[in-house]
């Protein structure tokens, strides 16, 4: 199993940027996905960005341009670098990775929340 752990959240407003970081209690390097999901009050929890090991990756319509997914995998770390943020990203942003053979895990999360 791999535990996650994210950080970078916080209060900001629209246009502003911030970057989350994900690290995992164990190595990378050979979890092929790696993603970012975000869950808004009342809402059911949606795809942002996944990364693969080879460092290929995939955006969801509504963020794509504005965050950028990135993988480290010598700190063990993935990252969602977000710009001109709008009000509707405020959300739990939440860490998935899948490990081979033991199944996927989540994070806790960390809110974001853009308001002026």
């Known amino acids: 199993q791999v535990q996650l752990v994210e950080s970078g959240g916080g209060l900001v407003q629209p246009g502003g940027s911030l970057r989350l970081s994900c690290v995992a209690s164990r190595s990378i390097f050979n979890i092929n996905y790696m993603a970012w999901y975000r869950q808004a009050p009342g809402k059911e929890r949606e795809f942002c960005a996944h990364?693969?090991?080879?460092?290929?990756?995939y955006y969801a319509a509504s963020v794509k341009g504005r965050f950028t997914i990135s993988r480290d995998n010598a700190k063990n770390t993935i990252y969602l670098q977000m710009e001109h943020l709008k009000p509707e990203d405020t959300a739990v942003y939440y860490c998935?990775?899948?490990?081979?053979?033991?199944?996927?895990?989540w994070g806790q999360g960390t809110q974001v929340t853009v308001s002026s």
């Open positions: 998935y990775a899948d490990p081979p053979g033991v199944g996927g895990a």
């Open positions: 990364i693969n090991a080879d460092g290929s990756n």
